[in-house]
């Protein structure tokens, strides 16, 4: 089976994998800005014919350690470019780069390109031409830290320019992302069941163009492409291709005849609408869409009572981004398609919320440069709440709610560089109302979750203060991020037999799937009293994902194996997972499944560590190590992490390769690492202060962590 990379702008990624996945490749991982895939040449072929979503579909060549200019132009030099190319063929190269090794992306191109001609020119006395624009085959190449990939771009150019548009507006959307949007809204499987659709300000007509050739199946490469070969590239089947491109007509002359004509599309400026008429006449939908200049204040009321409305308002620097045109587009959608579901790209969830609408589902999706909000309304008016308003918050909830808000705004900057989607946003910070606020953020749908975990008040504080208290709390919170009580999970301390305890759970079974980095993970909010992803191991997990490339690493107390999960995102060559529960390891499998991961390479066992670590004769090169403060399961001893600590680094250490690392961390506040008993056979540091996320500045005695290697005298 073969790998190759399908790029999408940010934000697309999940989507681009499940639509690889339905084209019929056999894997498909998103990680940044595109797809890591398994599949066949032929797959990768249909994906240039039939994605609506990619950007470009790579195929790599080789794959190479790039230090600096000189081993670019070496890994170049080393591929047999006659296997590739004849030398009356035109190239071009297109070169991305990062790093301190190689700064400019220009010059970076160049080298490759003096390689490939300097292959050829050896071999047979000539060299090909360089056509920029229009080149036979086009190479991709990425640099980026100290590894550097080069590509044949099977697409042969970018994947969102359907071979239509001919007239564009000011600020034009891209067709991958207009098909985002309509892949999000439901569409075409609304039209399978009868909906219209609709775009109020319409420009240039993208959306709606795009929408009616997925509802007719129209492949988005067959206009691109024509006839012509997308690559003339050697390795290119042609024979394949000719098959899917006539494939690819049959159904679409199929589809175009039973095209239903339920697209209607409206904009204040006639010029726009004339843009739009020349797009869908190029498109070959053009009877299929009504276009009409109007103001979206003043849109009619369509004929059918259920459908689709899409919609990309104005919100860059180049058009006015004003809260009151969206707050009119809301108020249009509410009078004139009330039982109407919309797909709205906002440029900000600001302006989102100016339209008034209700948002089901958010996500966030790059246009361009631009990061933007898509919002999914199903109805688009909402039923009216019998109160006027939300009720005034205590004097003690405001506070909570301000205190919140403050921590979102010092907050901000750092999630957003650091793709951050579940972190803490409320430890406390007013003694009175205490309670941990751990926000969690679902992968798929950018829906927002509590999860709140009250701290045992002092004795001397009556029961029914406590509770004002913490429902003041709750209060805030759900006001502060707008949300209904059923994403809200309570855990509450109730007295019990031994004293304070968390009170009983509900059992409901009910999974959310979050992001951390690329990876997905699975977390529980209500049947368990930890989610399944501690929040303030986050630095550390990156740091074992940095480290972890072609490593074998071990994860000793594995819990729900996020450890695991990273490293093997981090390229790890196998992982091993060790815990003594059935029920995280069976979620641990869950989260290696949610990433495409499986196989003999990613080992899990269920044991209790200490009987494992002796049994075990492999060697690790990474190893993590996070063990509870107590254990004391009926199927193995029992454990104290102050008392066995040094016998189980020295177990651990006992597998660790040379020169291989032991990450070992824990939260019992109490804790004393005995240094000097470690001092015999290890090097410590303590790394602590470099593993706590902002989030839990004010509590850096969360945990604490050291890095250990083996002594070498």
């Known amino acids: 089976m073969n790998k190759f990379f399908a790029s999408c702008g940010k934000g697309l990624e999940y989507l681009l994998a499940d639509e690889l996945l339905g084209l019929g490749v056999a894997k498909a991982t998103a990680t940044m800005a595109g797809v890591n895939v398994e599949g066949s040449r032929i797959d990768a072929q249909r994906a240039v014919l039939w994605s609506r979503l990619a950007s470009r579909v790579l195929w790599p060549l080789t794959e190479f350690d790039c230090a600096d200019e000189a081993a670019l132009y070496a890994g170049a030099r080393a591929i047999d470019w006659t296997q590739h190319l004849d030398t009356d063929m035109t190239l071009a190269v297109d070169a991305h780069v990062s790093g301190e090794g190689i700064t400019h992306a220009r010059f970076a191109a160049q080298r490759v390109k003096d390689a490939v001609v300097d292959v050829m020119r050896g071999a047979t006395g000539e060299r090909p031409s360089v056509d920029a624009e229009s080149p036979d085959v086009r190479l991709n190449l990425v640099v980026r830290k100290g590894k550097a990939i080069i590509s044949i771009d099977l697409s042969g150019g970018p994947m969102h320019r359907r071979g239509w548009r001919s007239l564009q507006g000011e600020a034009p959307l891209k067709e991958n992302i207009a098909a985002a949007m309509l892949m999000r809204g439901g569409w075409p499987k609304r ?36 006839l012509k070969l997308p690559t003339y590239w050697k390795g290119f089947d042609r024979d394949s291709w000719h098959a899917l491109h006539l494939d690819a007509e049959a159904r679409a002359k199929t589809g175009l005849s039973i095209l239903r004509p339920v697209f209607s599309g409206y904009d204040l400026d006639p010029r726009a609408i004339t843009s739009a008429r020349s797009n869908a006449q190029a498109a070959g939908v053009a009877e299929a869409i009504s276009w009409s200049v109007g103001d979206v204040a003043a849109l009619p009321m369509p004929e059918a009572a259920q459908g689709l409305i899409v919609c990309n308002p104005p919100y860059d620097a180049r058009l006015s981004a004003d809260p009151a045109l969206y707050r009119a587009l809301g108020d249009a959608l509410q009078r004139a398609t009330p039982t109407w579901a919309a797909s709205l790209l906002c440029g900000s969830d600001e302006l989102a919320r100016a ?182 191991h986050r630095p550390l997990r990156m740091r074992i994902a ?51 991961l499986g196989g003999t390479r990613h080992r899990i066992a269920q044991a209790d560590v200490m009987e494992w670590l002796d049994a075990e004769r492999s060697e690790f090169d990474l190893i993590f190590c996070d063990p509870p403060t107590f254990s004391n399961s009926k199927r193995a001893d029992d454990f104290d992490v102050q008392r066995d600590h040094v016998r189980l680094i020295r177990a651990a250490m006992n597998r660790l390769s040379y020169g291989g690392v032991l990450y070992f961390s824990n939260n019992f506040r109490r804790f ?24 839990f500045a004010r509590n850096p005695k969360i945990h604490r962590a050291w890095r250990i290697t083996a002594r070498r005298d």
């Open 191 to 226: 039209y399978q069941q009868g909906g219209d659709l609709l775009d109020p300000m319409c420009g240039s007509g993208t959306l709606l163009i795009e929408g009616a050739l997925m509802a007719a199946d129209v492949a988005p490469g067959l206009q691109r492409h024509g």
């Open 355 to 536: 339209t008034g609408l209700f948002a089901r589902k958010r996500y966030q999706i790059f246009n361009g440069a631009i990061e933007c909000s898509l919002i999914l309304v199903d109805p688009v008016a909402q039923p009216k709440r019998e109160d006027a308003g939300p009720r005034p918050l205590s004097d003690g909830a405001q506070m909570v709610a301000n205190r919140i808000e403050k921590n979102l705004r010092r907050l901000k900057s750092w999630r957003k560089s650091e793709g951050v989607d579940c972190f803490r946003a409320y430890d406390a910070d007013l003694p009175e109302y205490a309670a941990a606020i751990d926000v969690y953020t679902e992968a798929e749908n950018g829906e927002v979750w509590l999860h709140v975990q009250e701290y045992a008040a002092p004795a001397d504080v009556p029961e029914a203060i406590a509770q004002r208290r913490l429902d003041d709390l709750l209060a805030a919170a759900r006001r502060v991020f707008d949300l209904p009580k059923e994403r809200v999970a309570i855990k509450t301390r109730s007295t019990g037999k031994g004293g304070s305890k968390y009170g009983r759970f509900a059992r409901t079974g009910e999974f959310l799937t979050v992001r951390e980095g690329v990876a997905k993970l699975k977390i529980n909010l209500f049947d368990y009293l930890d989610t399944g992803l501690f929040l303030d």
């Open 546 to 596: 940095k480290e972890a490339r072609d490593k074998r690493v071990l994860n000793l107390f594995c819990y729900t194996g996020v450890a695991s999960v990273q490293a093997a995102m981090g390229g790890a060559a196998q992982t091993t997972s060790i815990d003594l529960s059935a029920t995280y390891l069976e979620w641990l499998a869950d989260n290696l499944r949610e990433n495409g």
């Open 672 to 695: 004393r690492l005995d240094e000097a008993a470690l001092s015999e056979f290890a090097e410590v540091h303590d790394i602590s202060a470099s593993t706590i996320p902002p989030d």
